[in-house]
């Protein structure tokens, strides 16, 4: 009902920048949230960066500052500008929705196919 695709698979050398974005479409009634969670190899998911239909954002501490989201935008596209990436951020990242669906009054979490980010020289 709700699909989310992602863009922006790079390599990127460390103190380099790399935009992510994550385009929903389907049937949607409203976005409630829309982030960014990432997974490395052997660790958990964690949450990066969400932004809220009001335009609050939530970052994980070792993001700040480093980090934006922004977004979503006409096209339900919301982006992931990140700069001076680590070689520990290196990760699948991977988008996130709360949407309320247009054919039932009810928010749904949906995800995507997640999109690899390496951070090497």
């Known amino acids: 009902q709700v699909q989310l695709v992602e863009s922006g698979v790079g390599l990127v050398q460390p103190a380099g920048s790399l935009r992510l974005s994550c385009a929903a479409s389907?049937?949607?009634?409203?976005?409630?949230?829309m982030g960014w969670y990432r997974q490395a190899p052997g660790k958990e998911r964690e949450l990066v960066a969400v932004?809220?239909?009001?335009?609050?954002?939530n970052y994980t501490n070792s993001v700040k500052g480093r980090f934006t989201i922004s977004g979503p935008n006409a096209k339900n596209t919301v982006y992931l500008q990140m700069s001076s990436l680590k070689p520990e951020e290196t990760a699948d990242y991977y988008c996130?929705?709360?949407?309320?669906?247009?054919?039932?009054?009810?928010?749904?979490?949906?995800w995507g196919q997640g999109t690899q980010v390496t951070v090497s020289s």
């Open positions: 389907g049937s949607i009634f409203r976005i409630n949230t």
């Open positions: 932004i809220t239909s009001r335009r609050n954002t």
């Open positions: 996130n929705a709360r949407v309320v669906l247009a054919t039932r009054p009810a928010e749904y979490d949906y």
